[in-house]
DNA sequence: CCACTGTTCAACCAGTTGGTTGACAACTGG
DNA sequence: CCAGTTGTCAACCAACTGGTTGAACAGTGG
């Protein structure tokens, strides 16, 4: 199957899935009490409800005939973290070109082939 | 098509679009440059990138006969905005939850069958 | 100008997804 | 125990995905 990571951001992927988790962030419910807002069948409902389970955002247990359906929200630091992760490599990474920008720009004497990496030499 | 939230999530969903975003952390990248790591056709990691494109998650401009191509960072702050929303209302109700069991810890006078109505809080 | 490099478009294919309906399993509670 | 409520399983379908190959387009540079 898929990395978790992958099968977290697949889904999310769904409106009708995150829906369901932003109404879990509030309260548990039954499979019924989620499927209620949809206009779709109850079994696709409880398909939704297995792939969020198989992402490991949601947990079911039972109760009498009911399967309460809770949220596991430390999921939400898996994505987190990798977002974070390169979230602050891409700001650092542009801090880095505003500083060549800027040394350049302060001594124009600076050869146009200097040791820039990929791209990032392209002040055309 | 979907939604850009959606979108952005499903180009996330696979492995070998998230390796190709991490990489683009770091530095701009040419398509044949982007490709080379993975073991699939050219055509393959451009069909990957149209997905990133129509995410939101990257733009290609044009150099000579290559279209470098740049990530866009800005489009994770949609993410990370629905994920802290949503994390922080399931702390909000953790919190809650755990003041109803510590009252009814406190005075164990509370009939048991005490109406677990939807499933908890009916403090909404 | 024309060959070459870099990239995309088009058609196709197998596998997955999100939905449907119908049958059935699990559990309560009168 | 049996009827009723709640939810899942199975089979099916259309649409989408991620991959393929072959052809075409874009732009440079000899």
Chains 1, 2 share one sequence.
């Not at 898929?2 to 879990?24: E, G, I, K």
């Not at 955002?57 to 992760?85: C, G, N, Y």
């Amino acid at each position: 199957m898929a990395d978790q990571l992958s099968r977290v951001f697949a889904a999310l992927a769904d409106p009708t899935r995150r829906d369901m988790v932003a109404r879990l962030t509030e309260a548990d419910h039954t499979v019924n009490d989620l499927a209620a807002p949809y206009d779709v069948s109850l079994q696709a409902v409880s398909k939704h409800l297995k792939v969020l389970e198989d992402a490991g955002l949601v947990s079911r247990t039972r109760e009498a005939q009911r399967r309460p359906v809770h949220l596991e929200a430390e999921v939400f630091d898996l994505m987190t973290k990798w977002i974070e992760r390169y979230r602050r490599q891409a700001e650092e990474r542009f801090a880095r070109l505003d500083a060549v920008l800027a040394r350049m720009q302060d001594d124009d004497s600076t050869a146009p082939t200097a040791t820039t990496q990929q791209q990032e030499g392209t002040a055309s």
